[in-house]
């Protein structure tokens, strides 16, 4: 059976540019499919990713009661669930009927970050290399663009952009990756897009080149960034040390090229350490999050049928009660 061997993904929290940069990997030349979320008024010029693969991610997170917005996503527990073999092969079959006449196709959805295990096992049966493009943006952009959005609040949305970045970056670090620092797109397009094509080692030529011009001059435009924040806001944001500034540093200096891969290694082995309480921490309060609801909905579901009966006998003996009265 004929399978595609190579896959671009793309990565990154919500309204971290994981739009545009999907966009700018069309450019170079790789297909994204013909079934793509439409535009609308948060992402007017389109999202670029599938709506059969947001919505088969979200079944994922299904399985745990968790969601977009939802932190302390555990990728064990889904792969637990008895269901996740069912939805495993539903977006494998998927993907193979919409590319398995690609040699080479992209896929974005912000949920993939978080579930990259899920994704490893897909694209291993695909019998696919991926590689990916990881969308580096300031966590102060993200808070405020999800903030306006009504997605999350500012607290949450810091959260979920460091599982979501941390997931990304540990889980590609034995893969071929690049960073984008999405800020660097307006005004330097093409020289990023060179870069990525170079990392990706994705074919030059000059349709490509057209395509370049096309995305620098045609789809970039400054309304789509929305805001920028620099380095020293975010640390004064936060107090000294943070691991929220500690790994945007990190993955932003190598979106810059400033970080050798020994260095890039060591302060990455760094953050992790720190990391590892914090997401257990977050697994747990997820967790507890959801049994608690469940006795809720455990709870309502035999609660309404009380109160419709409830209802029902106080109906009867007030009607009981009319038709005494009307005899005597």
């Known amino acids: 059976m004929p399978t ?19 966009r700018a990997v069309h450019a170079l030349g790789v297909p994204l499919g013909n079934n793509l979320l439409p535009a609308n008024i948060f992402n007017p010029r389109g999202y670029w990713e599938d709506q059969r693969i ?3 991610n979200q079944q994922f997170l299904d399985l745990i009661g968790a969601s977009h917005q939802t932190g ?46 899920i994704w490893k ?17 300031n966590p ?39 960073f984008v620092d999405y800020d660097e797109l307006f005004g330097q397009a093409s020289i990023q897009l060179l870069r990525m094509a170079n990392a990706l080692d ?35 944001t936060f107090a000294d040390p943070s691991i929220f500034f500690d790994l945007y540093e990190c993955v932003r200096m190598a979106a810059h090229d400033q970080l050798a891969a020994p260095a890039f290694s060591h302060q990455w082995s760094l953050i992790s350490r720190r990391y590892a309480d914090i997401h257990r921490c977050l697994i747990a309060g997820a967790s507890q999050h959801q049994r608690l609801l469940s006795r809720y909905q455990h709870r309502n579901r035999i609660w309404k049928p009380l109160k419709k009966m409830e209802k029902m006998i106080r109906t009867g003996r007030k009607k009981l009660m009319q038709g005494s009265r009307a005899a005597l």
């Open 4 to 22: 595609a061997n190579r896959v671009i993904v793309v990565l990154g929290m919500q309204r971290s540019g994981t739009s545009t940069i999907a």
């Open 54 to 56: 947001w919505r088969l």
């Open 72 to 117: 302390g996503v555990n990728c064990q527990s889904i792969l637990d669930h008895p269901q996740c073999e069912n939805l495993i092969a539903k977006t494998t079959a998927y993907l193979h009927k919409q590319f398995n006449h690609y040699a080479l196709w992209g896929l974005k959805d912000p949920h993939i970050g978080r579930l990259l295990p």
């Open 121 to 137: 096992i897909i694209f291993q049966r695909l019998n696919v290399q991926p590689s990916y493009v990881i969308s580096v943006r």
């Open 140 to 178: 102060l952009s993200i808070a405020e663009s999800l903030d306006r959005c009504g997605l999350a609040d500012r607290e949450s949305a810091f959260v979920l952009w460091l599982e979501n970045m941390y997931s990304a970056v540990s889980e590609t670090l034995q893969s071929n990756s690049v």
């Open 202 to 236: 994705l074919p030059a030529g000059p349709q490509q080149e057209r395509n370049i011009e096309d995305f620098a001059e045609n789809f970039l435009s400054e309304n789509l960034r929305g805001s920028s924040y620099s380095l020293q806001q975010l640390r004064a």
